[in-house]
């Protein structure tokens, strides 16, 4: 087999991979003394024993060591009485399949197993037979109903298992330095350990802390695979297939990534003589460490990225795989990977460089969803739709891969309908018997469908499927199904603010109330006065949770003006019906404070939130940017370029506050700029000018007073009566004309669109410099010529001019 099939998700257990089931049982807080000898052999607390066999053989066992000690220390030879001993011990062990299938009957053979690895085997190897009929026992191979039935003890075997890892004999083992008589069966030990692990991370719910105190184990385990990983040992496997079994967990992703998993995968990746399938093992690992935002950003960091893209010459590649097993396993790893570490960038160029990726991975949903099990190769469905629910963040992703991406086996004519009806076809997910994988399908089907519905050339296809329609009402008007938390990943959100969120864009989940206020606040004005007659400001706060940290010493900062009153979701929000909640609190506010951050961009509630308050009510906004390095693009950009905006970290927390409040009580300065709109003919739209204050000034040769700016601004748009964003390829270029800009730039850059200059005259703000050094390099590129900064300021003039025009 190319890889184990994992199974984090229980409906995979189905494709599970022949697993030899040596599970042995144990008994939590064995504690053992021999008196005279000062070694440890286990007792239990009486108490918790319901069966009398358990302490009979664990006297046994202990008269038995007694013995063992005895003849080793002197000349007498006791060999009778200790062959006596041993058959009655194996008597014993022979008669636990005679007892009922329960956990007692476990903790009985896992005593066995412990004493004979931790104290009978230091002594001598000659007694093997006790641990092949503990091997042997019945119950071994009826283990799963039992972690089926009863968490806690599920939990109780899989850390004491994992404990066995730390007896002396074991690191021993691990390390290399066991006495070779003793290889043979620390090996079958070993063996045991892994295999018994693994099945019980079938059934196991892990907790966030739980393998804090197993981080030296692992550091153990990973010096094992990396001084043995060019070996034929079978050990090595199915450490691999344990290891990819563990960190399926996202939950233990920071305790394999303080073990330093990473440092050790991305060096096995880089070894090209290892076998196809420890690489393939290897990919998979490294998938999984990436599923968490934590394990993505320590790849990253690591030089993953590159790593991965340099194996796919040797592992993706058919001329020289020659039909591996497991190829197809490989490819959609690698896809997933790639997606999962790489930044989508809200480009044509990313989408081209990235197709064969879209590809592959729109195509294995495809196959998957011709499968009566929902798999495609070894992996559920719900593998490749989780990651395109991350990519399908991007604008320009979704509409290639509704749009262009080439599909085979594909009978609908649009994908649109072929992900609706994929969403109608899980909608059984969330029942009694519930299905893990199933559940996480239905969960991202339900974001993908989101992101969907933002865009009006695919609302018809979805307000016209009766069926889907029904399916989403149905969630949606269920607050149960807000239960359901833990199927919500990453980049994702819950099904119940998903199925809320689709039927809002398509115009079926908007309340009367909601109506009657877009109606009236659409006829005001777009720069509405924020003092009413009680001089109180109401303000609203849009957000991204990740960022609430922020949120709150904003909040805590603002409250200390008395005329503010402030509206934020984790002061207000107090029924399931949040939406509700936060619409009206839009409707109120007089101005709203966007915290603009990566994650606000790439957030689908943020967006539901800026289009209702920007589009739909016209409010007056102020976005707020939480970091130095990010600029807004995508749906966002175009949505707040223009409108003046505050940056925190360029200058003092309190400051910044400052320019808040001065900006929030400017109503006097936009009235102005109000009258300059109506002389200049300009559009309507609340576009503003991007920059603060302290930004305005791009070089000081640039503007030399306010009155020069003005003129500047009226003699360019004196001859142009139609709005900047509906501005065409041809009146671009007469833009460049009359601002005698470089042609050869027009022709490099080549926009098509006026927004297309608005988002990049505000991207040019932080430092133009930095953007004018890369101009430059591609410049000579592609002219084999020198772009001299004087050129390049008159764009940058230009641009900065137009900023003023659309204030």
């Given at each position: 087999?190319?890889l ?5 998700l229980?409906s ?5 991979s022949h697993?030899t ?8 807080k064995?504690?053992s003394?021999i008196?005279?000898q000062?070694?440890d052999?286990?007792?239990?607390d ?10 009979d ?11 063992l000690?005895?003849q ?10 200790i ?7 194996l ?9 009922e299938?329960?956990?007692e ?11 004979y ?9 000659k007694y ?17 109903a039992?972690?089926?039935e009863?968490?806690?003890?599920t ?6 298992t994992?404990d066995?890892?730390a ?22 030990a070993?063996?045991?350990?892994i ?5 019980i991370?079938?059934w ?17 385990l990973?010096?094992f695979i990396?001084s ?6 079978s ?5 691999f ?8 967990k996202?939950i233990l ?11 050790y995968?991305?060096?096995w ?14 990919i ?6 990436a599923q ?6 320590a790849?990253n ?6 790593i991965l ?7 993706l590649d ?18 997933m990977?790639?997606?999962l ?16 990726i879209?590809?592959?991975?729109l ?10 099990n929902?798999?495609y190769?070894d ?34 004519s ?6 609706a ?11 009694m ?16 469908l ?18 889907f329609?029904l399916?989403?009402?149905t ?7 807000m239960e ?7 980049n994702?959100?819950?099904i ?18 909601v ?5 009236i ?13 009680s001089n ?13 940290d ?18 934020v979701?984790?002061i207000?929000c107090r ?9 009206e609190a839009?409707?109120?506010a ?9 994650e ?9 939130e ?24 995508s749906?966002?950009g ?5 409108a ?9 927390f309190?400051d910044?506050?400052?320019e808040?409040?001065?900006l ?5 300065s ?8 109506k ?14 204050v ?5 070089d000081k ?6 009155n ?18 509906q ?7 007469q ?6 800009i470089?042609?050869?730039?027009k ?9 297309d ?8 703000q932080p430092?133009?410099?930095?953007e004018?050094?890369?101009?430059r390099?591609?410049?000579t590129r592609?002219y084999?010529d020198?772009l001299y900064r004087d ?5 940058v003039?230009?641009l900065n001019r ?6």
């Amino acid at each position: 087999m190319f890889l184990s099939r994992f199974r984090p998700l229980r409906s995979e257990k189905k494709l599970e991979s022949h697993v030899t089931h040596y599970l042995i049982p144990f008994h939590p807080k064995m504690k053992s003394t021999i008196d005279d000898q000062n070694n440890d052999i286990p007792v239990v607390d009486p108490s918790s024993v319901k069966n009398s066999l358990f302490l009979d053989l664990q006297e046994s066992l202990y008269r038995f060591q007694c013995m063992l000690v005895q003849q080793s220390s002197t000349d007498d030879t006791i060999e009778c009485n200790i062959n006596n001993h041993y058959q009655s011990i194996l008597d014993k062990i022979q008669s636990i399949d005679q007892l009922e299938y329960t956990s007692e009957t476990f903790d009985i053979v896992h005593m066995v197993f412990r004493t004979y690895i931790s104290d009978i085997l230091p002594l001598t190897d000659k007694y093997e037979d006790i641990l092949s009929f503990v091997l042997s026992t019945k119950i071994n191979f009826n283990l799963e109903a039992l972690f089926k039935e009863n968490e806690s003890f599920t939990r109780r075997v899989f850390f004491s298992t994992h404990d066995l890892l730390a007896l002396p004999n074991m690191i021993d083992y691990l390390e290399g330095k066991q006495k070779e008589t003793q290889t043979y069966q620390l090996k079958i030990a070993m063996s045991v350990i892994i295999n018994r692990l693994q099945l019980i991370s079938t059934w196991i719910t892990f907790e966030k802390d739980d393998f804090n105190d197993q981080e030296s184990i692992l550091r153990l385990l990973l010096k094992f695979i990396n001084s043995n990983i060019h070996s034929d040992d079978s050990i090595i496997k199915q450490l691999f297939n344990l290891l990819i079994f563990l960190t399926e967990k996202t939950i233990l992703v920071p305790s394999f990534i303080n073990a330093g998993f990473v440092i050790y995968i991305l060096q096995w990746l880089e070894m090209e003589q290892l076998p196809y399938e420890i690489q393939g093992s290897c990919i998979h690992i490294f998938y999984n460490l990436a599923q968490k935002i934590e394990g993505a950003k320590a790849l990253n960091q690591a030089d993953g990225l590159r790593i991965l893209k340099d194996c796919t010459y040797r592992l993706l590649d058919p001329n020289i795989i020659n039909g591996q097993h497991g190829f197809e396993n490989m490819q959609l790893l690698y896809c997933m990977a790639m997606s999962l570490l790489i930044e989508p960038k809200q480009n044509r160029e990313y989408v081209k460089n990235h197709r064969r990726i879209l590809d592959y991975l729109l195509q294995s949903i495809i196959d998957a969803s011709n499968m009566d099990n929902f798999f495609y190769a070894d992996f559920h469905i719900s593998r490749p739709i989780v990651v395109l629910t991350k990519l399908f963040v991007q604008d320009e992703i979704i509409k290639y891969v509704l749009d262009e991406a080439p599909v085979k086996n594909f009978p609908l004519s649009s994908k649109v309908e072929f992900f609706a009806n994929l969403l109608i076809r899980f909608r059984g997910a969330l029942t009694m018997d519930e299905d893990e994988a199933n559940a996480l399908a239905l969960t991202a089907l339900f974001n993908i469908l989101w992101s969907i519905s933002f865009h009006d050339e695919y609302l018809s296809q979805l307000q016209t499927n009766r069926q889907f329609l029904l399916t989403v009402k149905t969630f949606a008007y269920d607050t149960s199904v807000m239960e359901y938390e833990r199927y919500v990943f990453a980049n994702m959100s819950s099904i119940f603010k998903a199925a809320n969120g689709i039927l809002l864009n398509l115009g079926e989940n908007i309340s009367t109330r909601v109506h009657e206020s877009s109606n009236i606040t659409v006829e005001q004005p777009l720069v509405t006065s924020i003092a009413n007659p009680s001089n109180r400001i109401n303000v609203m706060i849009s957000y991204s949770h990740t960022n609430a940290d922020f949120c709150h010493d904003l909040v805590n900062a603002l409250q200390k003006d008395p005329r503010l009153d402030i509206w934020v979701d984790f002061i207000y929000c107090r029924s399931g019906d949040l939406w509700e909640e936060i619409s009206e609190a839009i409707e109120n506010a007089h101005v709203i404070l966007f915290i603009i951050t990566k994650e606000y961009q790439s957030s689908k509630s943020c967006r539901q939130e800026v289009m209702y308050a920007r589009d739909t009510l016209k409010k007056r906004f102020i976005p707020i940017y939480l970091k130095n390095d990010f600029v807004a693009s995508s749906w966002l950009g175009i949505r707040i370029v223009g409108a003046q905006y505050i940056r925190f970290g360029k200058r003092s927390f309190g400051d910044s506050i400052t320019e808040i409040l001065n900006l929030m009580d400017d109503n006097t300065s936009q009235k102005q700029k109000q009258n300059v709109f109506k002389q200049t003919q300009m559009p309507t739209t609340p576009i503003a000018d991007p920059v603060n204050v302290q930004d305005k000034i791009l070089d000081k040769n640039l503007h030399t007073s306010q009155n020069r700016s003005i003129e500047l601004i009226m003699n360019a748009v004196a001859d142009q009566t139609k709005p900047i964003e509906q501005w065409t390829f041809e009146d671009i270029n007469q833009w460049f004309e009359q601002n005698n800009i470089e042609p050869k730039l027009k022709d490099l850059y080549r926009f098509q669109h006026g927004n297309d200059l608005l988002l990049y005259g505000q991207c040019l703000q932080p430092n133009w410099q930095y953007e004018y050094a890369d101009m430059r390099e591609r410049y000579t590129r592609e002219y084999n010529d020198i772009l001299y900064r004087d050129q390049f300021v008159l764009l940058v003039g230009a641009l900065n001019r137009l900023q003023y025009i659309q204030q």
